[in-house]
């Protein structure tokens, strides 16, 4: 890939760090969900953001196949559909893996301007399955969350992308 002026050169992501962040963002979802119950609708999905970052950033270490898995226990865990995150994440996912070369060429500001309507996409999934279900309309709260995903997006890349940045021994009289 050719690299903007000014762009740094990144270290490998470790693998451990990849799946630490996304354990540590489906801890955060399962805890705001357990402390403020599913009808805060208008939180920000946490893991549906780092899904999106690490398939946008390393495709072949997280894939379709990972954000099904956590869309199962996303599933298991709000006792809702066996299936609906997982069908929300996947093709979050997809869609996130298909626009990475793409998106990457933005800004971090412009990168959650693209993301708005994959946010909002796969939430619609997960009302439309709710809605065929009986629930009913989620109500307009329920339109905040993908715009507030959108607004952490810049947050949660900056703080993953911080290890990568790092030099790995740092010297002095060595430009990268």
Same mark, same amino acid.
């Given at each position: 890939?050719?690299?903007?002026?000014?762009?740094?050169?990144?270290? #490998?992501?470790?693998?451990?760090?990849?799946?630490?962040?996304? %354990?540590?963002?489906? +801890?955060?979802?399962? +805890?705001?969900?357990?402390?403020?119950?599913?009808?805060?609708?208008?939180?920000?999905? /946490?893991?549906?953001?780092? +899904?999106?970052?690490?398939?946008?950033?390393?495709?072949? &270490?997280?894939?379709?196949?990972?954000? /099904?898995?956590?869309?199962?226990?996303?599933?298991?865990?709000?006792?809702?559909?066996?299936?609906?995150?997982?069908?929300?994440?996947?093709?979050?996912?997809?869609?996130?893996?298909?626009?990475?070369?793409?998106?990457?060429?933005?800004?971090?500001?412009?990168?959650?301007?693209?993301?708005?309507?994959? /946010?909002?996409?796969?939430?619609?999934?997960?009302?439309?399955?709710?809605?065929?279900?009986?629930?009913?309309?989620?109500?307009?709260?329920? +339109?905040?969350?993908?715009? !507030?995903?959108?607004? %952490?997006?810049?947050?949660?890349?900056?703080?993953? !992308?911080?290890?990568?940045?790092?030099?790995?021994?740092?010297?002095?009289? &060595? #430009?990268?």
């Amino acid at each position: 890939m050719i690299m903007r002026p000014g762009q740094q050169l990144l270290l #490998p992501a470790s693998i451990w760090f990849i799946w630490g962040a996304l %354990i540590a963002a489906l +801890l955060l979802n399962m +805890l705001s969900t357990t402390v403020l119950g599913n009808t805060s609708l208008w939180l920000p999905d /946490f893991l549906a953001v780092v +899904l999106v970052y690490w398939n946008v950033n390393q495709t072949r &270490r997280v894939n379709v196949g990972a954000a /099904f898995f956590f869309g199962l226990l996303m599933d298991v865990h709000s006792s809702a559909l066996l299936g609906e995150h997982a069908l929300a994440y996947s093709l979050l996912a997809y869609f996130a893996v298909s626009m990475h070369r793409r998106l990457r060429w933005f800004t971090l500001d412009g990168q959650a301007v693209q993301l708005v309507p994959l /946010f909002f996409a796969a939430h619609a999934v997960q009302w439309l399955v709710r809605w065929t279900l009986g629930s009913g309309w989620p109500g307009w709260p329920a +339109l905040g969350a993908p715009v !507030l995903e959108a607004v %952490i997006w810049p947050i949660v890349a900056t703080m993953l !992308l911080a290890p990568q940045r790092r030099s790995h021994d740092h010297d002095d009289n &060595r #430009p990268l």
